[in-house]
């Protein structure tokens, strides 16, 4: 069965850096594009990050272009989420999410996701 | 960045009852629109994508409907299991974004 592991997150203090991981089993993980999406506490869910299954697109919300990068080794199975200069706002509970076309070509659904792992920026 | 507005924010019914939620976008997105439930403590589950296609392995009781920058979800019939937190995603342009949520409490 598909399953998407997080870890990496923490408390970390303004300005320091993360790097979160998503470790992918049950499917074949080259295949698919990969979403890393966020929930700060209480609040609703906010789009962070898609890479394309080759790695070769990479889109980022506005907010945390030229501090997050996204990447992916398949040959391990794994995506990541580095985030650097970290500020409070970024404190969330942050998932990875499989991306499915379903044939389309078209839009990356998140048809799978992980539990998250915490990220909590303060000084 | 397209915006969408998901109503109502909170809705109170029964078991049994019919339930719809709406999400409009603040421009088209043709079809490219998904439903997702959400669970106190748990992550998000994709219910339905291009806008009324049914996820596998959710109940038949679950719909959804619309185009353009008007859709909604239906619950047909209210379960237990149901009492959650509706959200709506579009995915016709980046970044993609989503509503605010519905939170579907027990009456």
């Known amino acids: 069965q598909v399953q998407l592991v997080e870890s990496g997150g923490g408390v970390v203090q303004p300005g320091r850096s993360l790097r979160l991981s998503c470790a992918a089993s049950g499917f074949t993980f080259s295949t698919y594009a990969m979403h890393w999406v966020r929930q700060a506490p209480g609040k609703g869910l906010e789009w962070v990050a898609v890479?394309?299954?080759?790695?070769?697109?990479?889109v980022y919300v506005d907010s945390v272009k030229g501090r997050f990068t996204i990447s992916r080794d398949n040959s391990k199975n794994t995506l990541y989420l580095q985030m650097n200069s970290l500020r409070p706002e970024d404190t969330a509970l942050y998932y990875c999410a499989r991306g499915t076309d379903y044939g389309t070509s078209s839009a990356w659904y998140s048809d799978y996701w992980g539990q998250g792992t915490l990220v909590t920026v303060s000084s | 960045d397209i915006q969408l507005t998901q109503s109502p924010s909170f809705l109170s019914a029964s078991v049994g009852d019919r339930v719809t939620i709406t999400c409009r976008a603040s421009?088209?997105?043709?079809?490219?629109l998904a439903w997702y439930q959400q669970k106190p403590g748990k992550a998000p589950k994709l219910l339905i994508y291009?806008?009324?296609t049914l996820q596998n392995g959710v109940p038949s009781r679950f719909s959804g409907s619309g185009s353009g920058t008007d859709f909604t979800l239906t619950i047909s019939s209210l379960q237990p299991e149901d009492f959650a937190t509706y959200c709506c995603q579009q995915l016709n342009s980046y970044p993609l974004t989503f509503g605010g949520g519905t939170k579907v409490e027990i009456k």
């Open positions: 890479i394309s299954y080759d790695g070769s697109i990479n």
């Open positions: 291009a806008a009324s």
């Open positions: 421009q088209g997105i043709s079809s490219f």
